[in-house]
C-alpha cells in the first residue's frame, strides 16, 4: 500500500510539473487562436477521426489561417502550421533543432527499428551518410529494369488471370499494386523474392498485408490517451511499450520479429558475400549499403541493429507508399479520360523516338522527359500524399516566420511566432499541398496544368519535388524519393500502354483515411475490408 501510494504521488508530481512547465511555455503561443478542445484529448480525436483526411485542416484554415493552436492530449498546446515559410524554416533552415517527438519516434521504432527515419541529430547525419551511395543516380539506373519487368508481370498477371475476355473488370488496383511495389521492393533494394504477383504464401508477404489499417485505424479514446502519457515518462522506458498487449503493439511485435529475422538472414548473407569478394555483381541497395558500411571508420558504422532496421524501413516506407500513390493516379486518369488518352499518346510517341535511335527500351531521361506524364504524376503527389501529416519538436528557443501573416485572439496580425524549447509543432502536409495562398484558388481539383510550364513557379522553396511536402524536405527528406519516382513512371508505362482505367460501375465512395501519419484508401462504409481503391480496367488491343 505504501508503494503504491508513493509511486501515485510521483506520477501526480511529474504531472504537476510537467503542466507548469506547459504553462510558462504556453505563454509564447497562447495568443494564436485555434479550435475548442477538450483537457484531456485535445483534437486528436478531430484528427485521427476525420471522415476524409484535411476535414479538420480545411476548416481550420479557413477559420485560422495558414498557423493556429490545437490541443494535444492532458492540456498540452501544438502549434499546427501549414505555412510555406515555417515549414522552410522548420525543415531547411532549422534542420535537426526540430526532431520527432519521442512518442512519435516510439512508434517508429516498433514498426521499422532504430533505422534512418527513427534516428536524430548525429545518429540520423551518420546513418543518412552511409545510406547515399545507395540511392545514387548510377545505382538507380540500374534499377529501371527490375522496375519495368515488374510492370510487365503486372500486366500478363491481370491479363492471364483476371482480364480473360475483351469485357472490362473492376480491379482493385491498390491491392495488385501493392504486390507489385512489394516485389520491386524486394528485388531492387535486397534481391528478394516475395513473388507475391504469383500468389506465393510468403510470411513476410503475409504480415505487410493491411498493416497500417490492422493497427492504428481509428484509435480509440484510450489508446489516444495512452500515447498522451508517453510525454510524461523518460524516454528510455518507452521501449518496454511494444511489450503491452494492444492490438497496434500485438500487431507490430509479429510483423517486427519476423522482419527482423529475414532482415538479418539477408544482411549476414549479403556481408560474407562482400568480404569474399562475390558481391561484384550485386546491384540491390543493401549490397551497396552493406559495401559502404564496411567501408566506414569502425566508430561510424552502423550496428547489426542499424543494418537490420535499415532493410526493415525500406520494405515498409518504400512499398505502400509508392502503391497508393499509383492507386490514386489511376484514379484521377479514371475521372480525366483526357489526360489519360494524353500520357498514353506522350507514351507511344517517345517509344517511337526510341525506337529510331536504335534502341529498345526507356531511360531514366526519357522517362523524365515526358511533360504530361510527369505533370499528372506531381499533380497526384500534391492531391494525395500518402504521409498526410509531420510532427516535430523544439530543440532550442526560436522564432517562426510566417509567408502569410495571421491574427490573433488580442487582434494583433503577426508574421513570426516565438517558442519556447519543447514546443510540439505539427505540420499538415495535406494542408500546405491545398493551400490556396500557394496552388491557387482551384488547389482542391487535380489539374496537372499546373506543373507545365513555368506555371510551378513558386515563391517560397518549401520540399524536394515539384514543391510539394510529400517526400518532405530538408536534411530529412525521403532518402529514396527519386527510387520511388523511377519505380512509379516504369509501372505506370507499363499499365498505360496495356489497360485502360474508368471509374467502377457501382462509383464506390473513396475515404481518405488518417492510419498514424498515412493516409489510406478505403471504401465507404467497409473500413473493416483494409485498403482497396477499385477500378474499372480493360485491355487495349
Wanted: aromatic share 10%; glycine share 6%.
Amino acid at each position: 500500500m505504501a508503494v503504491t501510494t508513493i509511486l501515485g504521488a510521483l506520477l501526480l508530481f511529474i504531472v504537476i510539473a510537467v503542466q507548469v512547465h506547459r504553462w510558462f511555455k504556453r505563454q509564447f503561443i497562447k495568443d494564436i487562436q485555434g479550435p475548442p478542445s477538450s483537457f484531456f484529448l485535445g483534437n486528436e480525436l478531430d484528427i485521427n477521426h476525420q471522415d476524409q483526411v484535411g476535414d479538420s485542416e480545411l476548416t481550420w484554415i479557413q477559420d485560422y489561417g495558414t498557423a493556429w493552436r490545437t490541443g494535444g492530449c492532458f492540456g498540452e498546446d501544438v502549434l499546427m502550421t501549414v505555412d510555406p515559410k515555417a515549414l522552410q524554416h522548420v525543415f531547411q533552415v532549422g534542420g535537426y533543432n526540430y526532431p520527432k517527438p519521442a512518442a512519435i519516434r516510439q512508434t517508429i521504432r516498433m514498426l521499422m527499428g532504430r533505422g534512418i527515419v527513427w534516428a536524430a541529430g548525429d545518429d540520423h547525419f551518420r546513418q543518412r551518410k552511409i545510406m547515399n551511395p545507395a540511392f545514387q543516380p548510377a545505382q538507380l539506373r540500374s534499377f529501371l529494369p527490375v522496375f519495368r519487368q515488374l510492370g510487365s508481370d503486372l500486366c500478363n498477371k491481370w491479363k492471364d488471370n483476371i482480364l480473360t475476355t475483351d469485357a472490362p473488370q473492376v480491379i482493385d488496383v491498390v491491392g495488385w499494386l501493392s504486390r507489385a511495389t512489394l516485389d520491386a521492393m524486394g528485388v531492387a533494394a535486397f534481391d528478394y523474392q516475395f513473388r507475391s504477383l504469383d500468389d506465393t504464401k510468403d510470411e513476410l508477404l503475409s504480415v505487410f498485408t493491411n498493416l497500417f489499417s490492422d493497427s492504428v485505424l481509428h484509435p480509440s479514446k484510450f489508446a489516444i490517451l495512452f500515447v498522451g502519457l508517453w510525454s510524461y515518462v523518460p524516454s528510455s522506458w518507452l521501449y518496454y511499450v511494444q511489450y503491452i498487449p494492444s492490438r497496434e503493439c500485438l500487431r507490430f511485435r509479429h510483423y517486427l520479429k519476423l522482419a527482423s529475422k529475414v532482415a538479418k538472414e539477408l544482411i549476414d548473407e549479403k556481408t560474407e558475400r562482400v568480404l569474399a569478394g562475390r558481391a561484384e555483381k550485386s546491384k540491390d541497395a543493401m549490397t551497396v549499403l552493406v559495401q559502404a558500411n564496411l567501408s566506414e571508420d569502425p566508430k561510424r558504422r552502423l550496428d547489426d541493429d542499424e543494418m537490420i532496421s535499415q532493410m526493415m524501413t525500406l520494405m515498409l516506407a518504400g512499398y505502400e507508399t509508392t502503391s497508393t500513390t499509383l492507386g490514386y493516379f489511376l484514379w484521377e486518369l479514371s475521372k480525366h479520360p483526357e489526360w489519360q488518352d494524353r500520357i498514353r499518346e506522350e507514351i507511344i510517341s517517345t517509344q517511337a523516338k526510341i525506337a529510331a535511335r536504335g534502341e529498345q527500351d526507356f531511360t531514366i531521361a526519357d522517362m523524365e522527359g515526358m511533360e504530361y506524364l510527369n505533370a499528372a504524376l506531381k499533380e497526384t503527389l500534391r492531391l494525395h500524399p500518402t504521409v498526410y501529416t509531420l510532427k516535430r519538436e523544439a530543440e532550442i528557443d526560436d522564432i517562426i516566420p510566417l509567408a502569410y501573416p495571421i491574427k490573433t485572439k488580442s487582434g494583433k496580425m503577426v508574421s513570426e511566432i516565438p517558442i519556447r524549447k519543447g514546443q510540439n509543432i505539427l505540420v499538415s502536409i495535406w494542408g500546405y499541398n491545398h493551400l490556396k495562398q500557394v496552388w491557387g484558388q482551384d488547389a482542391e481539383f487535380w489539374k496537372p496544368e499546373r506543373f507545365m510550364g513555368d506555371k510551378q513557379e513558386r515563391e517560397t522553396s518549401v520540399g524536394v519535388y515539384a514543391n510539394t511536402m510529400s517526400f518532405s524536405a530538408g536534411v530529412r527528406s525521403c532518402i529514396g524519393w527519386r527510387f520511388a519516382l523511377i519505380e512509379m513512371q516504369a509501372i505506370l508505362i507499363e499499365l498505360l500502354l496495356n489497360f485502360e482505367f474508368s471509374l467502377s460501375p457501382e462509383k464506390p465512395e473513396i475515404q481518405r483515411m488518417p492510419a498514424f501519419q498515412l493516409m489510406i484508401p478505403v471504401l465507404k462504409n467497409k473500413v473493416e475490408e483494409g485498403t482497396q481503391l477499385p477500378l474499372q480496367v480493360t485491355i487495349i488491343r
